[in-house]
């Protein structure tokens, strides 16, 4: 078990996804200057959890949280005014919230986590899952009208990809954030896309093109 400070948010980080965020409350501003300021003794990770219920902002808004989440590493950081940074950060590992740490003299949240790994699964059905995805992700970008992009080869990027590559609520990048193992995220992303067009053919309708997410706190 490890001890990570935590940044709650109304987003789902993955694995491989940038994350740009806007920082002006003072308690993530601490935990801005700690990791700063800790970064010659531990690289400056924090954990990214999504909040079940509750708001990003207010000392008492988070009322729960997911339990599996996401660590960040800090890559950027710019000060954009007095009390306001724009830092820039990579997802890396899974972990699974434990609890909150209570005994934390921080202003900001810590959790006691456990790292996930991300193991494989069945590699020929991998394979065969990775094309179809593919495939599908290609046909939605056409069906909404956004330009192509080109998907990762590697199949556990692949399904971590997916929310990027098209319009996902919380609730299903949750769900793919905490899948067990590459074979099960590549199905779950599959059923998803699959789930999207249909809509979009039933309403005879075109949707939105995904944007990249910026979150304000």
Excluded: K
Excluded at 51 to 76: K, M, Q, S, W
Excluded at 78 to 87: N, V
């Amino acid at each position: 078990m490890a001890v990570l400070p935590l940044f709650p948010l109304g987003t789902v980080l993955v694995p491989g996804a940038q994350l740009p965020l806007q920082v002006f409350e003072p308690r993530y501003l601490q935990l801005l200057s700690d990791l700063v300021e800790q970064q010659d003794e531990r690289p400056p990770v924090f954990g990214v959890v999504a909040i079940r219920e509750g708001f990003e902002v207010g000392e008492d808004g988070v009322r729960a949280l997911y339990p599996v989440g996401c660590a960040a590493r800090l890559t950027h950081a710019a000060a954009l005014g007095e009390g306001l940074f724009l830092i820039v950060s990579t997802g890396t590992s899974r972990f699974h919230l434990d609890a909150v740490d209570e005994t934390a003299d921080t202003p900001y949240l810590r959790g006691l986590v456990t790292w996930l790994g991300e193991p494989l699964g069945d590699p020929g059905a991998v394979a065969d899952l990775a094309a179809r995805l593919r495939t599908e992700l290609s046909r939605y970008r056409a069906d909404v009208g956004a330009e192509p992009l080109e998907p990762p080869d590697d199949p556990a990027a692949l399904a971590y990809w997916t929310p990027q590559a098209m319009t996902l609520d919380l609730g299903d990048r949750q769900l793919l954030l905490a899948s067990s193992d590459t074979e099960a995220r590549l199905r779950l992303a599959l059923q998803l896309v699959r789930r999207e067009r249909a809509v979009l053919d039933s309403l005879g309708a075109v949707g939105r093109p995904p944007e990249p997410p910026v979150n304000l706190n």
